[in-house]
């Protein structure tokens, strides 16, 4: 396949462009702000979405950090009682019909002091331990005045952020081994990646039942670029069978049909415990027991989703035992935990380096969603193929983590030509570049303004070695 170069430009990056890109992030965050969060994108998504509240908060910790906290502090009072954090919190003032499924759908009962239909009953990657700490970071570099407001909300947020954790590393430990189980696509955040092809293909998928709603998404996207409805059919399914189940994590992998972990998501999961071994020491509590959590995720990440034949991380079909066959972005994340092996640190690299996943050097882009060589590699479609900004910014943190600043810092400038060329889009198409689904997406421009800003992400040596 002929990968087009992005724009090879040889004219150097003028301060003038650097401040323009910044003030069209900030921007983008400020538009999409809503009373007490930011919506991913004001047409497509217009409610307060889980991990995309984490990366928000890191690009709003420069601009904004009242925002910053606020936007982690509305997520964090929609927690459940059992610790799960919600994969979206619904904003009571937009109407039912403006997404699909809406809170009507999910019909969640009323808890604690929050009214019934206020969230969904799915979870999303727990990326907020790790963007409380980098807002933390950033508040702290910058003088007293924040560092007490910063430490007052750590202080708040960290009971919440490790019942999440307890939440997702014990009820939804489906496996046995220390990993989150997810039981719905949209739980890992690479909703329609083709990972999920071959335990998604024993869902039923009733379009009947798909018939009696509306999709949302296709009135205000291309459906050439979101899941089919097959896909959306089978969505549905899992929805209903888990709502009837009350949302209850008991025997998922006898009742459910769709449980899987995925190497992205318990990445992640892993990443959270080492944020948490930091925002412990801040707050007064134990960060060994923290520590102690990672290393245990990292080797059941090692001894569960590893696949020696292809010397990637695959998802792994809680229900049948088998690992996907699919080479998925996903499979790269776990290189953000500092307690790889290096043998698998150098089998990442080498991965992401490769024809499949071709890191700047090769193509001039950040990694696509999925495999290039792949016969399916679609360049249009939602996770299948094209470039999210999100994943190549946590493939960056790794990259730098485990020493490789020439690669990380490729990735770096890549990541910014990108949507200095194309603007803030959702994602974008890894040919050519261009951007692809919602113009003013929150993440892309959150995590362009750290990148703008450019604060290596390392986690100190002696942690490091905690992990080994
Ligand atoms: C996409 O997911 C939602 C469902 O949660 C959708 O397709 O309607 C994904 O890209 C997900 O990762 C993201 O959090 C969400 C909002 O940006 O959109």
Same mark, same amino acid.
């Given at each position: 396949?002929?990968?087009?170069?992005?724009?090879?430009?040889?004219?150097?990056?003028?301060?003038?462009?650097?401040?323009?890109?910044?003030?069209?992030?900030?921007?983008?965050? %400020?538009?999409?702000?809503?009373?007490?969060?930011?919506?991913?994108?004001?047409?497509?998504?217009?409610?307060?979405?889980?991990?995309?509240? $984490?990366?928000?908060?890191?690009?709003?910790?420069?601009?904004?950090?009242?925002? $910053?906290?606020?936007?982690?502090?509305? =997520?964090?009072?929609?927690?459940?009682?059992?610790?799960?954090?919600?994969?979206?919190?619904?904003?009571?003032?937009?109407?039912? !019909?403006? &997404?699909?499924?809406?809170?009507?759908?999910?019909?969640?009962?009323?808890?604690?002091?929050?009214?019934?239909?206020?969230?969904?009953?799915?979870?999303?990657?727990?990326?907020?331990?790790?963007?409380?700490?980098?807002?933390?970071? /950033?508040?702290?570099?910058?003088?007293?005045?924040?560092?007490?407001?910063?430490?007052?909300?750590?202080?708040?947020? &960290?009971?919440?952020?490790?019942?999440?954790? #307890?939440?997702?590393?014990? /009820?939804?430990?489906?496996?046995?081994?220390?990993?989150?189980?997810?039981?719905?696509? *949209?739980?890992?955040?690479?909703?329609?990646?083709?990972? *999920?092809?071959?335990?998604?293909?024993?869902?039923?998928?009733?379009?009947?039942?798909?018939?009696?709603?509306?999709?949302?998404?296709?009135?205000?996207?291309?459906?050439?670029?979101?899941?089919?409805?097959?896909?959306?059919?089978?969505?549905?399914?899992?929805?209903?069978?888990?709502?009837?189940?009350? &949302?209850?994590?008991?025997?998922?992998? /006898?009742?459910?049909?769709?449980?899987?972990?995925?190497?992205?998501?318990?990445?992640?999961?892993? $990443?959270?415990?080492?944020?948490?071994?930091?925002?412990?020491?801040?707050?007064?509590?134990?960060? #060994?027991?923290?520590?102690?959590?990672?290393?245990?995720?990292?080797?059941?990440?090692?001894?569960? =989703?590893?696949?020696?034949?292809?010397?990637?991380?695959?998802?792994?079909?809680?229900?049948?035992?088998?690992?996907?066959?699919?080479?998925?972005?996903?499979?790269?994340?776990? =290189?953000?935990?500092? !307690?790889?092996?290096?043998?698998?640190?150098?089998?990442?690299? $080498?991965?992401?380096?490769?024809?499949?996943?071709?890191?700047?050097?090769?193509?001039?882009?950040?990694?696509?969603?999925?495999?290039?060589?792949?016969?399916?590699?679609?360049?249009?479609?939602?996770?299948?193929?094209?470039? *999210?900004?999100?994943?190549?910014?946590?493939?960056? /943190? !790794?990259?730098?983590?485990?020493?490789?600043?020439?690669?990380?810092?490729?990735?770096?400038?890549?990541?910014?030509?990108?949507?200095?060329? %194309?603007?803030?889009?959702?994602?974008?198409?890894?040919?050519?570049?261009?951007?692809?689904?919602?113009?003013?997406?929150?993440?892309?421009?959150?995590?362009?303004?750290?990148?703008?800003?450019?604060?290596?992400?390392?986690?100190?040596?002696?942690?490091?070695?905690?992990?080994?």
């Amino acid at each position: 396949m002929d990968h087009t170069r992005s724009d090879p430009t040889t004219s150097p990056v003028t301060l003038e462009m650097t401040a323009e890109l910044w003030k069209s992030a900030a921007n983008v965050l %400020s538009i999409n702000w809503i009373n007490d969060h930011t919506v991913p994108s004001r047409l497509l998504y217009p409610h307060q979405w889980s991990w995309d509240t $984490a990366f928000i908060a890191i690009g709003l910790a420069y601009v904004n950090p009242a925002h $910053a906290w606020r936007d982690l502090r509305s =997520l964090f009072e929609a927690q459940w009682p059992d610790g799960r954090v919600p994969h979206i919190v619904f904003d009571p003032s937009v109407a039912e !019909g403006d &997404y699909f499924p809406g809170p009507a759908f999910w019909d969640v009962p009323a808890y604690g002091s929050r009214p019934a239909r206020g969230s969904t009953g799915l979870v999303q990657p727990p990326m907020h331990a790790i963007a409380a700490w980098e807002v933390y970071r /950033r508040a702290t570099s910058h003088g007293a005045a924040g560092a007490q407001q910063a430490i007052d909300e750590l202080t708040w947020l &960290y009971p919440r952020l490790v019942k999440q954790q #307890e939440y997702l590393s014990v /009820r939804r430990d489906a496996g046995g081994a220390g990993l989150a189980s997810l039981v719905h696509p *949209w739980e890992s955040g690479v909703d329609n990646s083709p990972s *999920w092809d071959a335990a998604l293909s024993a869902v039923p998928a009733d379009m009947r039942l798909l018939s009696r709603y509306k999709r949302r998404d296709l009135e205000v996207a291309d459906a050439a670029h979101r899941p089919t409805d097959v896909d959306y059919a089978r969505y549905v399914h899992l929805v209903v069978a888990y709502k009837e189940s009350g &949302y209850s994590d008991t025997q998922l992998a /006898r009742h459910h049909d769709f449980v899987v972990e995925c190497p992205s998501f318990n990445a992640i999961l892993g $990443a959270a415990e080492m944020a948490l071994a930091r925002i412990a020491a801040v707050v007064g509590a134990d960060p #060994e027991v923290h520590l102690v959590r990672a290393r245990r995720i990292t080797s059941a990440i090692v001894d569960r =989703l590893w696949d020696p034949a292809s010397r990637t991380f695959r998802v792994r079909d809680v229900r049948t035992g088998t690992l996907s066959p699919a080479r998925c972005v996903s499979g790269l994340m776990p =290189l953000i935990l500092p !307690g790889l092996p290096a043998e698998h640190v150098a089998a990442i690299v $080498a991965e992401a380096e490769s024809e499949r996943f071709g890191l700047p050097a090769q193509t001039g882009l950040p990694a696509p969603s999925y495999d290039r060589t792949a016969a399916n590699f679609d360049t249009l479609r939602y996770w299948r193929g094209p470039i *999210w900004v999100n994943v190549n910014w946590l493939l960056r /943190r !790794g990259l730098q983590q485990h020493g490789y600043p020439r690669q990380a810092d490729e990735l770096r400038t890549a990541m910014l030509d990108l949507v200095r060329r %194309s603007g803030h889009y959702e994602y974008f198409h890894p040919d050519t570049g261009e951007g692809i689904g919602a113009p003013t997406f929150s993440w892309t421009a959150a995590l362009t303004l750290d990148m703008l800003a450019d604060r290596p992400a390392t986690v100190p040596a002696a942690l490091i070695s905690a992990q080994r």
